[in-house]
């Protein structure tokens, strides 16, 4: 069986994210992912996904797997990578119902859903920024029931990270994978992360502008680009693997 390699950058935000530009919208993301010679991106917003349907609408070679970054009440960030759009959607819901009521909406215009075209469709109202009320235990196993890979984000970063909210990834973290962030190089990464080995590694840009799509990235050797291929790719399994880059 022929294993091929691609490019991935699993971690990026669209106009939907209040903190992201608004010029991050599903086609100009997608042309500058194939700038990047990208094979595989993760759209994944903060606590939402509206924007999923219009980047897996755009025309493009590149393939969409769809995503959230999920803030956990004590404010770590975990990526979930889903199956399908239904399942995000699903997943979508329960973090809506989760969310701290009686918030602002001062920043809706800042938090743009669009469609393929990227055309304006409306605006989420909710505060995306906010923590949820769940705790990381209860995201990690709402992201598996909901059949998603829980990933935890920007492990390096010196805010919103597992590693700074609770000073250690608990070894009963139930994570399918750590993300390293542009901040850290793979060969830093190897020194001062190596007690985290016992998960396997991505890198991803986190991008908030278009500008730095793809400026890290995993390769991920699979047989198709697929979020099923991924999730064996994490696990070592029939030969998929996984190497961080850039
Ligand atoms: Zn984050
Ligand atoms: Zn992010």
């Not at 909406?105 to 995306?128: P, R, S």
């Not at 990464?189 to 502008?209: K, M, N, Q, T, V």
Request: proline share 4%.
């Amino acid at each position: 069986m022929m294993l091929s390699t691609f490019r991935a950058d699993l971690h990026i935000h669209t106009c939907l994210s209040p903190c992201a530009e608004l010029d991050m919208t599903p086609r100009r993301i997608l042309r500058r992912a194939m700038e990047m010679s990208l094979d595989i991106i993760a759209i994944t917003d903060h606590n939402a996904s509206e924007n999923i349907e219009a980047a897996m609408a755009v025309e493009s070679p590149v393939t969409v797997i769809a995503g959230m970054e999920i803030t956990t009440s004590e404010e770590a960030h975990i990526i979930a990578l889903m199956p399908d759009t239904e399942s995000l959607r699903s997943l979508r819901e329960v973090i809506r119902g989760n969310m701290p009521s009686g918030m602002g909406t001062k920043m809706a215009y800042e938090q743009v859903i669009v469609n393929e075209h990227d055309e304006v469709e409306g605006f989420v109202k909710e505060l995306l920024i906010n923590a949820t009320l769940l705790d990381a235990y209860s995201v990690i196993n709402l992201i598996h029931e909901h059949r998603g890979l829980a990933i935890a984000a920007h492990v390096d970063r010196e805010v919103f990270s597992i590693l700074t909210q609770f000073g250690f990834i608990p070894p009963d973290m139930d994570f399918d994978g750590l993300e390293i962030s542009f901040r850290t190089s793979p060969e830093e990464a190897e020194r001062g992360l190596s007690s985290y080995r016992r998960y396997p590694w991505i890198r991803s840009s986190d991008a908030h502008h278009l500008v730095d799509i793809g400026r890290c990235y995993t390769e991920f050797h699979l047989r198709e680009p697929s979020f099923e291929e991924i999730k064996m790719a994490l696990r070592s399994l029939k030969g998929r693997g996984v190497t961080i880059h850039g």
